[in-house]
């Protein structure tokens, strides 16, 4: 499910149209870790957890508070479906940890996935505050 989407905007708060980030949220698939972490943890049954996924922001619109906003559509949005928000992120993206942190995401644990046949994938598994 796609989430939301960010506009630039210019320097009078238009925006000009092109696309400053987007998230999005799905269910949890095969070889997701912080779900069943998140489930482990606390009783909730996989079911009832969304994984956050592909936020992305324009490297030229970083520094704006777009990747705040997009991950607090991504919780409202969660939320409003009665799901708890997690998400994984590749261990070596500092910057990401970094803003999850700083949003309040706790991290559950620190884990190997296997990313295909031949790749695996050290990630950091975040769950969303209760």
Do not use: N
């Amino acid at each position: 499910m796609f989430v939301g989407l960010a506009r630039e905007r210019d320097a009078g708060g238009r925006a000009d149209g092109a696309v400053a980030g987007h998230v999005g949220l799905c269910r949890s698939g095969p070889g997701d870790s912080a779900p069943g972490l998140w489930s482990r943890r606390t009783g909730v049954p996989v079911e009832r957890v969304a994984v956050v996924s592909r936020l992305f922001v324009a490297p030229g619109a970083r520094g704006h508070g777009i990747g705040a906003l997009l991950m607090a559509r991504a919780v409202r949005e969660a939320r409003e479906l009665g799901l708890h928000p997690v998400l994984d992120v590749v261990a070596s993206d500092t910057a990401a940890a970094a803003l999850y942190e700083r949003l309040g995401w706790s991290l559950l644990a620190t884990v190997e996935q296997r990313w295909g046949p031949d790749r695996l994938v050290t990630v950091r598994c975040y769950a969303a505050q209760r």
